[in-house]
């Protein structure tokens, strides 16, 4: 279950909250994605999955939640977006028999190494694999959802531990033990706050005071992390905080985006196809 089809906290926008917002949604429709986040490159630079992951840690205790059942494939959308924004794989150009996003198959660009442990590896099981896969078939590959014990070696294994394990290298996260009674789990609570925080104000300022109402002029990395959030349940993270009026709005804009037919804005100019398909993908799923 996502956040935006199945919250019970707070629902629908209310006439008055819209109206608090219109004049900020006036003067912010034509600022330019291309000027968001100037100061990014001071900051550590994260992959889009350790924002994922990141967004979706309780800071003290330093585990996702037990009741998530989407972060893991989340997790797997999210590399193949960031493979895909890095130049390393893409969609098959449509045809008249595939002409929608879940029939192409992703085709290999680049097998160049990104640097990135999960990245190589799933740049490596695409390489190898023949016939090609499409998205959705890739993310039930890496997730391990399938029946086929032969293709049960494409899955990626301990992808949330991984994935911490970098984000305690960056600084971010620190490793400890907890005993739940039964087991000893290891978990990574969040020692670098201010670097979560600017991630939460970017995703809230992408829906609030940078709203361009446009996927197209939205900054791409920001529209991947606000697809990705959503589809691996952790949006409603992101937007705890806001007032509830602010948070209404937020939660109706995200929802608005993610809403969108993917077919139609993946064949938009400057569109990029992969985080549309993953969407795609996720919203068939």
Same mark, same amino acid.
């Given at each position: ?92 150009? %449509?045809?008249?028999?595939? /002409? *929608?996003? =879940?029939?192409?198959? &992703? +085709?290999?660009? $680049? ?5 990135? !442990? ?96 446009? %996927?197209?002029?939205?900054? /791409? *990395?920001? =529209?991947?992390?606000? &697809? +990705?959030?959503? $589809? ?5 993270? !992101? ?47």
């Amino acid at each position: 279950m996502t956040t935006l089809t199945h919250r019970a906290r707070r629902t629908e926008v209310g006439k008055n909250s819209e109206k608090k917002v219109e004049s900020e949604e006036d003067t912010n429709q034509d600022k330019s994605p291309d000027n968001e986040d100037s100061g990014d490159s001071k900051d550590i630079r994260l992959t889009l999955m350790e924002e994922v992951l990141l967004l979706g840690l309780k800071d003290k205790e330093g585990y996702t939640s037990f009741w998530n059942d989407c972060i893991s494939s989340g997790l797997r959308g999210g590399i193949l977006i960031e493979l895909a924004m890095r130049g390393r794989i893409y969609l098959e150009p %449509p045809t008249m028999r595939k /002409k *929608r996003l =879940l029939d192409r198959k &992703v +085709l290999l660009k $680049s097998d160049s190494p990104t640097g990135d !442990v999960l990245l190589d590896e799933t740049l490596k099981h695409i390489k190898a694999t023949e016939p090609t896969e499409t998205v959705q078939t890739w993310i039930e590959l890496l997730t391990g959802e399938t029946w086929n014990p032969f293709k049960l070696q494409y899955q990626l294994r301990n992808v949330r531990e991984r994935i911490a394990k970098n984000l305690v290298e960056k600084g971010i996260l620190t490793t400890e033990k907890q005993n739940f009674l039964l087991f000893d789990m290891t978990t990574h609570p969040v020692t670098n706050t201010t670097e979560k925080q600017r991630l939460v104000k970017k995703l809230q300022d992408s829906v609030l005071e940078r709203w361009v109402n446009d %996927p197209q002029r939205m900054d /791409k *990395r920001t =529209l991947a992390l606000l &697809v +990705l959030a959503h $589809s691996s349940d952790v949006l409603e993270n !992101v937007f705890s905080s806001l007032t509830d009026d602010r948070y209404d709005v937020a939660m109706n804009r995200a929802k608005d985006l993610v809403e969108l037919d993917p077919e139609v804005e993946g064949t938009k100019h400057s569109a990029t196809e992969m985080i549309w398909a993953v969407l795609a993908a996720f919203n068939k799923s």
